[in-house]
């Protein structure tokens, strides 16, 4: 994992511009859209199942995000990663909120029984959750930070031959056998509504240009920290923050990219 294989795989997505269906929550659908755009990549939400097998067939990859759960939903999670799993669309999944409620803890469970995912990403207490561990759930957010769960994920990339991401102040990511760790990023990060959902996304648009999974979670959670590191820098709070981040997506330079880029693997 490094600098010049970020850059190459962020240059495919900018003249690619993958397709990323997203299966995601009613709170991000416009963040994590306008982050794939600014990005390069091309997105497209669906809420029905009656056309996702239709827009498998034109998709990179597909991006599940289980953030504002309801019956209808639920079934279509169900469809659509069915179908990507025997098209052989790549799967990213976010499991938002996992350990907070039965509800969400069980649909995630039993979504990831059925189905192959290439990449989980989630906090801290989502990922101890699903690997079996007792988080610390605040909402669908986590009290614990990524470095309390680098046992759980390993061992829930184990269990499903995946590559499990744990978002934080420092990123991990894992397919059970090495840990990469993603540096940068900044403090304002966490108080904007759906950027860990972003991350997820931005996943899917990487391994949708590069199938190796732990290349693709470094290379989405390197530009994460990277356009974070340098929109916080210019924010004055949360909102100016999200404005400056889809900036730095869209115009990010080779320079900075170097110059930031940190990843290590312990």
């Not at 610390?136 to 759980?152: I, W």
């Not at 996304?201 to 199938?211: D, P, S, T, Y």
């Not at 290349?215 to 990277?226: C, G, H, K, N």
């Amino acid at each position: 994992m490094d600098m010049d294989t970020f850059w190459n795989d962020f240059q495919l997505v900018r003249t690619g511009n993958p397709l990323v269906l997203n299966v995601t929550n009613h709170v991000v659908t416009n963040n994590t859209a306008n982050a794939l755009l600014a990005a390069g990549a091309s997105p497209i939400m669906t809420f029905s199942s009656r056309e996702v097998e239709d827009l498998m067939k034109i998709s990179g990859a597909l991006v599940i995000n289980i953030g504002t759960l309801n019956t209808q939903d639920i079934g279509l999670m169900h469809a659509a990663w069915s179908s990507a799993n025997a098209m052989r669309v790549p799967v990213v999944f976010d499991p938002v909120g996992a350990g907070a409620s039965t509800l969400r803890t069980s649909s995630s469970q039993e979504l990831l029984s059925l189905y192959r995912p290439d990449i989980i990403r989630g906090n801290a207490s989502e990922i101890m959750t699903l690997a079996g561990e007792a988080g610390q759930a605040k909402g669908v957010d986590s009290s614990l930070g990524a470095d309390a769960a680098v046992a759980a994920a390993r061992a829930l990339a184990q269990m499903h031959s995946c590559t499990t991401v744990v978002s934080g102040e420092v990123d991990i990511v894992t397919d059970g056998n090495h840990v990469y760790r993603v540096n940068g990023g900044h403090a304002l990060m966490p108080r904007v509504t759906g950027l860990g959902c972003t991350a997820t996304a931005i996943c899917g648009a990487f391994l949708a240009v590069n199938r190796n999974r732990n290349e693709a979670a470094v290379d989405a959670m390197a530009l994460m920290a990277i356009a974070g590191g340098m929109a916080g820098a210019m924010a004055q709070g949360p909102g100016s923050l999200q404005m400056h981040f889809y900036d730095m997506l869209y115009s990010l330079k080779k320079s900075d990219a170097e110059r930031l880029f940190s990843v290590t693997r312990d």
